[in-house]
T-cell receptor, first 116, second 113 residues
Framework: DARVTQTPRHKVTEMGQEVTMRCQPI?????VFWYRQTMMQGLELLAY????????DSGMPKDRFSAEMPDATLATLKIQPSEPRDSAVYFC??????????????FGPGTRLLVL | AQSVTQPDIHITVSEGASLELRCNYS??????LFWYVQSPGQGLQLLLK??????LVQGIKGFEAEFKRSQSSFNLRKPSVHWSDAAEYFC???????????FGAGTRLFVKA
């Protein structure tokens, strides 16, 4: 049963610290999405990769957030420095577009981040 | 710009009763529409999707949805709700660029015994 995995599942840190979240997409999937979910904003797309290349990161605060795919099996989302307003659940999703736009996105369990 | 509206923030139904969750979208052409479910502490899981063809779409867990172009709607239905269906449900549409999924705000479903 192929799944998207995310680590860590929970992270508590202090303001100003660097946070790195990792995602392993489903083997063979060539699209990766990073989302942030909060009560106030709902689900927000932060970044999108296809074949490891970033196609859209317009939803990401550029001054402190960065997203990369060092290889096809690993996507990372970094926050440096972190701020309390970054507290949220961060989801990674992967997909395999077959016909026209992207097909189903498969979501990981999320990383719950709390910045004190 | 495309948008998705889920008018109901939360809904409560009795176990065994029927369910309909509303979704309206704003899009100029034929949209690609999805329904996802999120259980507490979990990621989103696809219930069903509509790309073209038959406007009544069957999904997992006994859910179905009907695409109505005239009403710009894609409502989710289930004839008999189970307690395990309590979760948050998201309607989504793929934007004109073909990759950015726009999610509605979600509808939280409560199931009472």
């Amino acid at each position: 049963d192929a799944r998207v995995t995310q680590t860590p599942r929970h992270k508590v840190t202090e303001m100003g610290q660097e946070v790195t979240m990792r995602c392993q997409p489903i083997l063979g999937h060539n699209t990766v999405f990073w989302y942030r979910q909060t009560m106030m904003q709902g689900l927000e797309l932060l970044a999108y990769f296809r074949n490891r290349a970033p196609l859209d990161d317009s939803g990401m605060p550029k001054d402190r957030f960065s997203a990369e795919m060092p290889d096809a099996t690993l996507a990372t989302l970094k926050i440096q420095p972190s701020e309390p307003r970054d507290s949220a659940v961060y989801f990674c999703a992967s997909g395999l577009p077959l016909v026209g736009p992207q097909e189903t996105q498969y979501f990981g369990p999320g990383t719950r981040l709390l910045v004190l | 710009a495309q948008s998705v509206t889920q008018p109901d923030i939360h809904i409560t139904v009795s176990e065994g009763a029927s369910l309909e969750l509303r979704c309206n979208y704003s899009y100029g052409a034929t949209p690609y529409l999805f329904w996802y479910v999120q259980s507490p502490g979990q990621g989103l899981q696809l219930l069903l999707k509509y790309f073209s063809g038959d406007t009544l779409v069957q999904g997992i867990k006994g859910f179905e949805a009907e695409f109505k172009r005239s009403q710009s709607s894609f409502n989710l239905r289930k004839p008999s709700v189970h307690w395990s269906d309590a979760a948050e449900y998201f309607c989504a549409v793929v934007d004109t660029g073909g990759f950015k999924t726009i999610f509605g705000a979600g509808t939280r479903l409560f199931v009472k015994a």
